[in-house]
């Protein structure tokens, strides 16, 4: 047996019921083929990088399953009949990708937790330390006279000068 990872974007305006009675049906359809479903994942909606059948956000779905893979041919003719699948694509993959994906959501969840926890407490210490002071904000303007030393340059008033320059 073989390891495959199938993503399918799914039209973006399913409700809840909807979205899950069409996982359920894939599921069913994957079963019916000889595949077993190892992991599965509503990866969410997101937008596309370019319109498909004239949608530009989809909802993606994850599935790692395990088959021979003869039935993988007949999988995709039904999927592409399937009204409300964008679009889809069927990889083949490690073991190891199988194992690494199932725990990489549990990890994300457990470091977006953990974030969480840990933002009150640096807020808290921020507080107490000092302000910090950008070195352009404490700089001082120069004076007029500082900018131009010589006199032939503009005067800094920025009016022009009347006089001819032939002339001295």
């Known amino acids: 047996m073989?390891?495959?990872?199938?993503?399918?974007?799914?039209?973006?305006?399913l409700e809840h019921d909807?979205?899950?009675?069409?996982?359920?049906?894939?599921?069913?359809?994957?079963?019916k083929r000889g595949g077993e479903i190892l992991y599965n994942e509503i990866m969410g909606k997101k937008r596309l990088a370019y319109p498909v059948q004239k949608q530009s956000f989809g909802t993606y779905i994850l599935f790692q399953f395990q088959s021979d893979g003869a039935g993988n041919a007949q999988l995709?003719?039904?999927?592409?009949?399937?009204?409300?699948?964008?679009?889809?694509?069927?990889?083949?993959?490690?073991?190891?990708?199988?194992?690494?994906a199932g725990t990489e959501a549990a990890e994300i969840k457990e470091e977006l937790k953990?974030?969480?926890?840990?933002?009150?407490?640096?807020?808290?210490?921020?507080?107490?330390?000092?302000p910090v002071v950008d070195e352009q904000d404490e700089a001082e303007p120069k004076s007029d006279q500082e900018e131009s030393p010589s006199d032939e340059q503009s005067p800094p008033s920025g009016e022009e000068n009347l006089e001819p320059e032939g002339k001295e």
């Open 18 to 31: 909807e979205l899950s009675k069409l996982i359920n049906e894939m599921k069913d359809m994957f079963e």
């Open 114 to 130: 953990a974030d969480t926890d840990e933002e009150p407490a640096a807020e808290s210490e921020d507080e107490t330390s000092e």
């Open 2 to 13: 073989r390891y495959y990872e199938a993503i399918f974007i799914a039209q973006p305006n």
């Open 76 to 100: 995709n003719k039904d999927l592409e009949l399937k009204d409300n699948i964008l679009a889809h694509m069927i990889v083949r993959i490690d073991e190891d990708e199988i194992r690494k």
